[in-house]
Protein backbone atom coordinates (compact mmCIF):
# COMPACT_ATOMS: atom_id res chain seq x y z
CA UNK A 1 0.00 0.00 0.00
CA UNK A 2 1.45 3.53 -1.23
CA UNK A 3 3.33 2.40 -3.84
CA UNK A 4 3.92 3.36 -7.07
CA UNK A 5 4.04 0.85 -9.49
CA UNK A 6 4.21 1.36 -13.46
CA UNK A 7 4.03 -1.27 -16.21
CA UNK A 8 3.20 -1.20 -20.23
CA UNK A 9 0.08 -3.11 -19.89
CA UNK A 10 -3.27 -0.92 -19.89
CA UNK A 11 -4.55 -2.92 -16.74
CA UNK A 12 -1.67 -2.06 -14.69
CA UNK A 13 -4.22 -0.08 -12.40
CA UNK A 14 -5.16 -3.86 -11.00
CA UNK A 15 -2.68 -3.60 -8.14
CA UNK A 16 -4.71 -0.33 -7.40
CA UNK A 17 -6.75 -2.70 -5.29
CA UNK A 18 -3.97 -2.85 -2.54
CA UNK A 19 -3.70 0.72 -2.55
CA UNK A 20 -0.47 1.23 -4.78
CA UNK A 21 -1.05 4.01 -7.39
CA UNK A 22 -0.14 1.81 -10.57
CA UNK A 23 -0.82 2.75 -14.01
CA UNK A 24 0.16 2.15 -17.45
CA UNK A 25 2.43 3.70 -19.47
CA UNK A 26 4.16 3.65 -22.97
CA UNK A 27 7.45 1.99 -23.65
CA UNK A 28 9.82 5.11 -23.73
CA UNK A 29 8.78 6.05 -20.37
CA UNK A 30 9.21 2.47 -18.84
CA UNK A 31 12.49 2.42 -20.55
CA UNK A 32 13.55 6.06 -18.41
CA UNK A 33 12.07 4.62 -15.79
CA UNK A 34 14.03 1.20 -15.64
CA UNK A 35 17.33 3.68 -15.78
CA UNK A 36 16.19 6.48 -13.23
CA UNK A 37 13.77 4.93 -11.23
CA UNK A 38 11.20 7.64 -12.17
CA UNK A 39 7.96 8.30 -14.00
CA UNK A 40 6.71 11.79 -14.62
CA UNK A 41 3.41 12.58 -15.19
CA UNK A 42 0.37 15.10 -14.36
CA UNK A 43 -1.08 15.00 -11.15
CA UNK A 44 -4.07 13.53 -12.19
CA UNK A 45 -7.87 14.63 -10.67
CA UNK A 46 -9.85 12.12 -8.30
CA UNK A 47 -13.21 10.52 -9.00
CA UNK A 48 -14.54 9.03 -5.78
CA UNK A 49 -17.16 6.09 -6.80
CA UNK A 50 -19.20 5.16 -3.86
CA UNK A 51 -20.42 2.00 -3.61
CA UNK A 52 -23.55 1.48 -1.39
CA UNK A 53 -25.77 -0.57 0.07
CA UNK A 54 -25.01 -4.41 -0.22
CA UNK A 55 -24.63 -6.78 -3.14
CA UNK A 56 -27.46 -9.38 -3.40
CA UNK A 57 -26.53 -13.11 -3.47
CA UNK A 58 -25.01 -13.83 -7.10
CA UNK A 59 -23.80 -10.54 -7.71
CA UNK A 60 -20.38 -9.86 -8.30
CA UNK A 61 -17.67 -6.73 -8.41
CA UNK A 62 -17.78 -7.50 -12.61
CA UNK A 63 -21.70 -6.34 -12.64
CA UNK A 64 -20.93 -3.42 -10.41
CA UNK A 65 -18.27 -2.54 -13.09
CA UNK A 66 -20.29 -3.21 -16.23
CA UNK A 67 -23.16 -0.91 -14.33
CA UNK A 68 -20.92 1.79 -14.16
CA UNK A 69 -19.56 1.55 -17.60
CA UNK A 70 -23.18 2.00 -18.86
CA UNK A 71 -24.08 5.51 -16.86
CA UNK A 72 -24.23 8.19 -18.86
CA UNK A 73 -21.74 10.42 -16.69
CA UNK A 74 -19.27 7.38 -17.71
CA UNK A 75 -20.27 7.14 -20.92
CA UNK A 76 -19.88 10.59 -21.71
CA UNK A 77 -16.09 10.68 -20.27
CA UNK A 78 -16.55 11.77 -16.88
CA UNK A 79 -13.67 9.38 -15.81
CA UNK A 80 -11.25 10.09 -18.40
CA UNK A 81 -7.58 11.11 -16.69
CA UNK A 82 -8.78 10.57 -13.45
CA UNK A 83 -8.16 8.65 -10.68
CA UNK A 84 -11.14 6.11 -10.04
CA UNK A 85 -11.45 5.96 -5.92
CA UNK A 86 -13.32 3.33 -4.72
CA UNK A 87 -14.81 3.34 -1.35
CA UNK A 88 -18.58 2.77 0.37
CA UNK A 89 -19.85 -0.21 2.20
CA UNK A 90 -20.17 -2.94 -0.45
CA UNK A 91 -15.90 -2.08 -1.24
CA UNK A 92 -15.40 -2.64 2.51
CA UNK A 93 -16.67 -6.10 2.63
CA UNK A 94 -15.08 -7.16 -1.20
CA UNK A 95 -12.18 -9.41 -0.81
CA UNK A 96 -8.99 -8.14 -2.74
CA UNK A 97 -9.20 -10.15 -5.77
CA UNK A 98 -13.10 -8.76 -6.09
CA UNK A 99 -11.54 -5.36 -5.58
CA UNK A 100 -9.18 -5.82 -7.83
CA UNK A 101 -11.54 -6.68 -11.00
CA UNK A 102 -13.01 -2.92 -9.89
CA UNK A 103 -9.10 -1.61 -10.30
CA UNK A 104 -8.52 -3.69 -13.23
CA UNK A 105 -11.25 -2.41 -15.33
CA UNK A 106 -10.28 1.22 -14.74
CA UNK A 107 -8.66 1.19 -17.97
CA UNK A 108 -12.41 0.46 -19.59
CA UNK A 109 -13.85 3.84 -17.58
CA UNK A 110 -11.45 5.63 -19.55
CA UNK A 111 -9.25 6.74 -15.82
CA UNK A 112 -5.90 6.94 -15.31
CA UNK A 113 -6.01 4.40 -12.63
CA UNK A 114 -8.68 2.67 -9.71
CA UNK A 115 -7.14 2.54 -6.29
CA UNK A 116 -8.47 1.23 -2.74
CA UNK A 117 -7.96 2.45 0.26
CA UNK A 118 -5.75 -0.45 2.46
CA UNK A 119 -7.44 -1.78 5.39
CA UNK A 120 -7.86 -4.92 7.62
CA UNK A 121 -8.45 -6.67 4.32
CA UNK A 122 -5.49 -5.99 2.83
CA UNK A 123 -3.41 -6.61 5.84
CA UNK A 124 -5.03 -10.00 5.83
CA UNK A 125 -4.30 -10.73 1.99
CA UNK A 126 -0.57 -9.57 1.93
CA UNK A 127 0.03 -11.85 4.75
CA UNK A 128 -2.06 -14.56 3.70
CA UNK A 129 -0.36 -14.38 0.02
CA UNK A 130 2.58 -12.94 0.06
CA UNK A 131 3.95 -13.08 3.80
CA UNK A 132 4.64 -9.52 4.39
CA UNK A 133 3.35 -7.42 7.14
CA UNK A 134 2.37 -3.77 6.65
CA UNK A 135 1.85 -0.98 8.52
CA UNK A 136 -1.29 1.20 7.69
CA UNK A 137 -0.58 4.88 7.81
CA UNK A 138 -2.97 7.88 7.37
CA UNK A 139 -1.68 9.32 4.27
CA UNK A 140 -2.43 6.03 2.22
CA UNK A 141 -6.53 7.27 2.09
CA UNK A 142 -7.80 10.49 1.37
CA UNK A 143 -8.24 12.95 3.95
CA UNK A 144 -11.51 13.55 5.52
CA UNK A 145 -13.39 16.33 3.41
CA UNK A 146 -11.22 15.84 0.50
CA UNK A 147 -12.37 17.40 -2.54
CA UNK A 148 -13.13 15.31 -5.78
CA UNK A 149 -13.79 16.05 -8.96
CA UNK A 150 -16.96 14.26 -8.62
CA UNK A 151 -18.51 11.57 -6.56
CA UNK A 152 -20.70 9.40 -8.11
CA UNK A 153 -23.25 7.33 -5.60
CA UNK A 154 -24.35 3.70 -6.45
CA UNK A 155 -27.07 2.26 -4.64
CA UNK A 156 -25.68 -1.51 -5.10
CA UNK A 157 -28.74 -3.34 -3.63
CA UNK A 158 -30.80 -3.15 -6.81
CA UNK A 159 -28.59 -4.18 -9.02
CA UNK A 160 -28.33 -7.78 -10.41
CA UNK A 161 -26.12 -9.63 -13.16
CA UNK A 162 -25.05 -7.73 -15.88
CA UNK A 163 -23.76 -7.94 -19.76
CA UNK A 164 -22.55 -5.66 -22.09
CA UNK A 165 -23.58 -6.30 -25.22
CA UNK A 166 -21.40 -7.26 -28.59
CA UNK A 167 -18.83 -4.32 -29.51
CA UNK A 168 -18.26 -2.11 -26.23
CA UNK A 169 -17.93 -2.78 -23.16
CA UNK A 170 -19.89 0.07 -22.21
CA UNK A 171 -22.93 -1.53 -23.81
CA UNK A 172 -24.26 -2.22 -20.47
CA UNK A 173 -27.27 -4.26 -20.04
CA UNK A 174 -29.36 -5.75 -16.80
CA UNK A 175 -29.35 -9.64 -17.03
CA UNK A 176 -32.68 -9.76 -16.29
CA UNK A 177 -33.49 -7.42 -19.39
CA UNK A 178 -32.32 -9.87 -22.12
CA UNK A 179 -36.25 -11.06 -22.68
CA UNK A 180 -36.98 -7.87 -24.15
CA UNK A 181 -34.59 -8.45 -26.63
CA UNK A 182 -37.09 -11.71 -27.84
CA UNK A 183 -35.41 -14.88 -29.03
CA UNK A 184 -32.48 -16.28 -26.29
CA UNK A 185 -29.22 -15.48 -27.22
CA UNK A 186 -27.48 -18.89 -28.22
CA UNK A 187 -24.06 -19.20 -27.65
CA UNK A 188 -20.93 -21.36 -28.96
CA UNK A 189 -18.21 -20.24 -26.67
CA UNK A 190 -17.97 -19.35 -22.87
CA UNK A 191 -14.82 -18.02 -21.52
CA UNK A 192 -13.62 -17.55 -18.03
CA UNK A 193 -10.20 -16.42 -17.73
CA UNK A 194 -7.56 -13.33 -18.58
CA UNK A 195 -6.61 -10.71 -15.57
CA UNK A 196 -9.31 -10.05 -14.68
CA UNK A 197 -11.52 -12.88 -14.14
CA UNK A 198 -8.92 -15.58 -13.31
CA UNK A 199 -7.99 -15.06 -9.91
CA UNK A 200 -8.55 -17.02 -7.07
CA UNK A 201 -12.39 -16.01 -6.41
CA UNK A 202 -13.48 -16.39 -9.96
CA UNK A 203 -12.63 -19.51 -10.10
CA UNK A 204 -14.46 -20.20 -6.68
CA UNK A 205 -17.21 -18.38 -8.46
CA UNK A 206 -17.39 -20.84 -11.86
CA UNK A 207 -17.01 -24.11 -9.39
CA UNK A 208 -19.97 -23.08 -7.28
CA UNK A 209 -21.86 -23.18 -10.88
CA UNK A 210 -20.21 -25.92 -11.91
CA UNK A 211 -20.22 -28.21 -9.60
CA UNK A 212 -23.67 -27.21 -8.61
CA UNK A 213 -24.37 -28.94 -12.05
CA UNK A 214 -21.93 -31.68 -12.04
CA UNK A 215 -24.04 -32.67 -8.79
CA UNK A 216 -27.15 -33.27 -10.77
CA UNK A 217 -25.15 -34.51 -14.05
CA UNK A 218 -25.34 -31.75 -16.14
CA UNK A 219 -22.80 -31.05 -18.48
CA UNK A 220 -21.66 -27.86 -20.91
CA UNK A 221 -24.49 -27.84 -23.80
CA UNK A 222 -23.97 -29.81 -26.93
CA UNK A 223 -23.00 -27.08 -28.84
CA UNK A 224 -20.77 -25.24 -26.44
CA UNK A 225 -17.42 -24.88 -25.68
CA UNK A 226 -16.13 -23.84 -22.03
CA UNK A 227 -12.79 -22.89 -21.53
CA UNK A 228 -11.26 -21.79 -18.13
CA UNK A 229 -8.02 -20.35 -17.79
CA UNK A 230 -5.50 -19.88 -14.45
CA UNK A 231 -4.91 -16.24 -14.36
CA UNK A 232 -1.65 -17.70 -12.68
CA UNK A 233 0.25 -20.86 -11.75
CA UNK A 234 -0.93 -19.79 -8.06
CA UNK A 235 -4.06 -20.02 -9.02
CA UNK A 236 -3.96 -22.82 -10.70
CA UNK A 237 -2.31 -24.85 -7.71
CA UNK A 238 -4.95 -23.31 -5.48
CA UNK A 239 -7.74 -24.82 -7.31
CA UNK A 240 -6.00 -27.79 -7.73
CA UNK A 241 -5.46 -27.79 -3.88
CA UNK A 242 -9.43 -26.79 -3.28
CA UNK A 243 -10.14 -29.96 -5.92
CA UNK A 244 -12.25 -27.67 -7.86
CA UNK A 245 -11.17 -29.71 -11.14
CA UNK A 246 -13.05 -32.61 -10.35
CA UNK A 247 -16.47 -30.25 -10.96
CA UNK A 248 -14.84 -28.58 -13.96
CA UNK A 249 -13.58 -31.93 -16.05
CA UNK A 250 -17.08 -33.79 -14.88
CA UNK A 251 -19.36 -30.99 -17.00
CA UNK A 252 -16.69 -30.81 -20.25
CA UNK A 253 -14.83 -27.63 -18.72
CA UNK A 254 -11.02 -27.32 -21.01
CA UNK A 255 -8.89 -26.03 -18.88
CA UNK A 256 -5.92 -23.83 -20.20
CA UNK A 257 -2.61 -23.00 -18.45
CA UNK A 258 -1.80 -19.19 -17.49
CA UNK A 259 -2.19 -16.92 -20.77
CA UNK A 260 -3.80 -13.59 -22.13
CA UNK A 261 -5.05 -16.14 -24.22
CA UNK A 262 -8.83 -15.43 -25.62
CA UNK A 263 -8.42 -12.00 -24.09
CA UNK A 264 -6.19 -11.14 -26.67
CA UNK A 265 -7.23 -13.25 -29.58
CA UNK A 266 -3.99 -14.92 -29.13
CA UNK A 267 -5.46 -18.73 -27.90
CA UNK A 268 -8.33 -20.84 -27.47
CA UNK A 269 -11.68 -19.64 -26.65
CA UNK A 270 -11.13 -17.59 -29.73
CA UNK A 271 -14.25 -17.00 -32.22
CA UNK A 272 -12.78 -18.83 -35.09
CA UNK A 273 -16.35 -17.46 -37.73
CA UNK A 274 -18.30 -14.31 -37.75
CA UNK A 275 -21.46 -16.51 -36.84
CA UNK A 276 -20.02 -17.81 -33.69
CA UNK A 277 -21.54 -15.88 -29.96
CA UNK A 278 -19.29 -15.87 -27.29
CA UNK A 279 -20.01 -14.98 -23.43
CA UNK A 280 -16.93 -14.40 -21.68
CA UNK A 281 -15.75 -12.83 -18.44
CA UNK A 282 -12.43 -11.02 -19.97
CA UNK A 283 -12.49 -6.79 -19.77
CA UNK A 284 -13.11 -6.13 -23.09
CA UNK A 285 -15.19 -6.74 -26.05
CA UNK A 286 -14.51 -4.48 -29.12
CA UNK A 287 -14.82 -6.08 -32.50
CA UNK A 288 -11.69 -8.40 -33.41
CA UNK A 289 -10.77 -8.77 -29.60
CA UNK A 290 -11.34 -12.37 -29.39
CA UNK A 291 -11.98 -13.09 -32.57
CA UNK A 292 -13.95 -13.04 -35.88
CA UNK A 293 -17.90 -13.64 -33.58
CA UNK A 294 -19.51 -11.28 -31.42
CA UNK A 295 -18.86 -11.31 -27.45
CA UNK A 296 -21.05 -10.38 -24.26
CA UNK A 297 -19.32 -9.46 -21.38
CA UNK A 298 -20.41 -11.00 -18.32
CA UNK A 299 -19.63 -12.31 -14.82
CA UNK A 300 -17.70 -15.25 -13.35
CA UNK A 301 -21.40 -16.73 -12.47
CA UNK A 302 -23.24 -15.61 -15.58
CA UNK A 303 -20.28 -17.61 -18.05
CA UNK A 304 -20.22 -21.18 -15.96
CA UNK A 305 -24.21 -20.47 -16.19
CA UNK A 306 -24.61 -19.84 -19.61
CA UNK A 307 -22.32 -22.75 -20.33
CA UNK A 308 -24.25 -25.20 -19.17
CA UNK A 309 -27.28 -23.94 -20.47
CA UNK A 310 -26.39 -23.16 -24.28
CA UNK A 311 -27.31 -19.44 -23.49
CA UNK A 312 -27.23 -16.51 -22.07
CA UNK A 313 -28.84 -17.04 -18.33
CA UNK A 314 -27.94 -15.78 -14.65
CA UNK A 315 -26.96 -18.62 -11.99
CA UNK A 316 -30.21 -17.78 -10.18
CA UNK A 317 -32.39 -18.17 -12.81
CA UNK A 318 -30.80 -21.89 -14.31
CA UNK A 319 -31.09 -23.14 -10.72
CA UNK A 320 -35.05 -21.64 -10.79
CA UNK A 321 -35.59 -23.75 -14.01
CA UNK A 322 -34.47 -27.47 -12.22
CA UNK A 323 -36.67 -26.38 -9.35
CA UNK A 324 -33.65 -25.53 -6.73
Not at 169 to 192: K, M, Q, T, W
Amino acid sequence: PGQVVVGTDSHTPHSGALGCVAFGVGTTDMANAFVTGAVRLTLPAVLRIELAGTLAPGVTAKDVLLHLLALPALRAGAGVGKVFEFGGQVVRALSTDERATLTNMTAELGGFTGIVEPDGETLRFLKERRGVDVELAPWMRSDPGAAYAEVITVDCSALGPMLARPGDPGNGLALSALADLGEPVRIHIAYGGSCTAGKREDFAHYHAVLAWAAARGLRVAPGVQLYLQFGTTAVRDHCIAQGFLAAFEAVGARLLQPSCGACANCGPGSSTTAEQVTVSAINRNFPGRSGQGQVWLASPPTVAASAIAGRLISFEALRAEYGD
